[in-house]
C-alpha cells in the first residue's frame, strides 16, 4: 500500500508561481516589479534607521560606562580634578600620583606589616 504524498515539493510551488507571472501582461509586471522596489527601498530605510539606532545605543553605552567608572569611589573619581587629587593626596596632579604609585609599588608588596597589639599589662621599662 503506497502513501500519497499530499505536499507540493518547493520546486512545484515556484514553478507555478513562475507559470502566474508569465502569464500577466508586461505592464502588470512593471507595476509588480516597482512595487518591489518599493518594499526593498522602505526596507533598506529601515535597516539604516535600525543601524543607525544600534550606533547611537552604543555610543550611549560607552558614555554610560566611562561615565560609571569615573563615578565609582576611588582615584580614578577624581582623576580629572586636579584641586581633588590635591586635596586628598597632597600630590599636584593625577599623572603624578600614579607615577609614585607605580615606582613603590614594587615595594609596598614585599613590606611588612606590624600591627600594635594592646596589652593589659604597664611596662615599667624606663622608669
Known amino acids: 500500500m503506497e502513501v500519497e504524498n499530499t505536499e507540493e515539493e518547493p520546486e512545484a510551488?515556484?514553478?507555478?508561481?513562475?507559470?502566474?507571472?508569465?502569464e500577466k501582461t508586461p505592464h502588470e509586471l512593471a507595476r509588480l516589479l516597482l512595487e518591489k522596489e518599493k518594499e526593498c527601498t522602505q526596507a533598506n530605510m529601515s535597516l539604516e534607521a535600525a543601524?543607525?539606532?544600534?550606533?547611537?545605543?552604543?555610543?550611549?553605552?560607552a558614555d554610560l560606562l566611562l561615565k560609571l567608572k569615573i563615578e565609582r569611589f576611588g582615584l580614578t573619581r577624581y582623576s580629572t580634578d586636579n584641586t581633588m587629587?590635591?586635596?586628598y593626596t597632597g600630590f599636584t596632579n593625577y599623572k603624578l600620583l600614579m607615577a609614585f604609585f607605580s615606582h613603590i609599588r614594587v615595594m609596598a608588596s614585599t613590606m611588612q606589616v606590624v600591627y600594635y597589639v594592646s596589652s593589659e599589662d604597664i611596662s615599667q621599662a624606663g622608669r
Open 85 to 87: 587629587i590635591k586635596y
Open 51 to 61: 543601524n543607525s539606532e544600534v550606533q547611537k545605543l552604543k555610543s550611549e553605552n
Open 13 to 22: 510551488e515556484e514553478s507555478t508561481e513562475l507559470c502566474k507571472m508569465l
